[in-house]
């Protein structure tokens, strides 16, 4: 059987809430966000503009800005588990994000997973606001889905779990793939009849992944999803 290599987007995903929603919205205030956010939906900018523009808004420390996180955000408590699980099959775990490399791995850090591979942009946290370092060229600051084919192409199955605009891609190179219920990325991959299985917690993609045959635990799904 060939490896299994999984990739998780953060910001959404794994959290309650998008955190760098949480941080510009409090930076630029709600009217500037929603500017941004509505640009962004109708295609007049790229992920890659649209998340520039609102860090700069942002002039807050890195240490003040992940207690404002940790205050105002929540790790799906399921996740580590489920990390555990797929390290115990040699399931390797990569996060993929959008977001602050710097401020996710302080997060993962208390839930105890500081040792989780984190792919996401740097920032220069300049006090006349913030200055992201994208990962590459993409419209999104992040080709995700350049991670999700290599390791195909080193012979691995891979899965994909996310919810929002910038997993599209990622979602469809996957070979499996997971969506946050009521989320974009649901409707995105519904739309188009591909296949996924929704979710609301990891413990429930964990259920469907390591569930023993004929046991009932596998997580159910609406028609055109994963069987």
């Not at 929540?74 to 555990?84: G, K, Q, S």
Request: glycine residues 8%; charged residues 25%; contains cysteine.
């Amino acid at each position: 059987m060939a490896g299994r290599a999984l990739f998780v987007d953060y910001d959404g995903t794994i959290t309650n809430l998008d955190t760098s929603d949480v941080l510009v919205r409090a930076s630029a205030g709600p009217e500037r966000w929603n500017d941004l956010e509505a640009a962004l939906h109708e295609g007049s900018m790229s992920l890659r503009d649209v998340l520039a523009e609102q860090f700069a808004h942002v002039r807050l420390s890195l240490d003040a800005a992940d207690a404002l996180l940790a205050e105002r955000t929540l790790l799906d408590p399921t996740f580590a588990p489920f990390v555990r699980a797929c390290e115990a099959r040699s399931w390797s775990v990569t996060v993929l994000s959008s977001g602050l490399a710097p401020l996710i791995r302080r997060a993962l850090a208390r839930a105890g997973l500081s040792h989780v591979a984190v792919h996401a942009n740097e920032v220069d946290a300049d006090p006349r606001g913030w200055r992201l370092r994208f990962r590459d060229d993409s419209d999104n600051g992040h080709d995700k889905a350049g991670a999700v084919r290599a390791a195909k192409e080193r012979g691995l199955s891979t899965i994909f779990i996310g919810d929002g605009h910038s997993d599209f891609a990622a979602a469809l190179v996957a070979d499996r793939r997971f969506a946050k219920k009521g989320r974009a990325l649901e409707t995105y991959l519904r739309e188009r009849g591909v296949a996924f299985a929704p979710f609301e917690r990891f413990s429930q993609i964990q259920g469907s992944l390591f569930a023993t045959p004929g046991s009932g635990a596998s997580f159910p799904v609406g028609g055109g999803e994963l069987s």
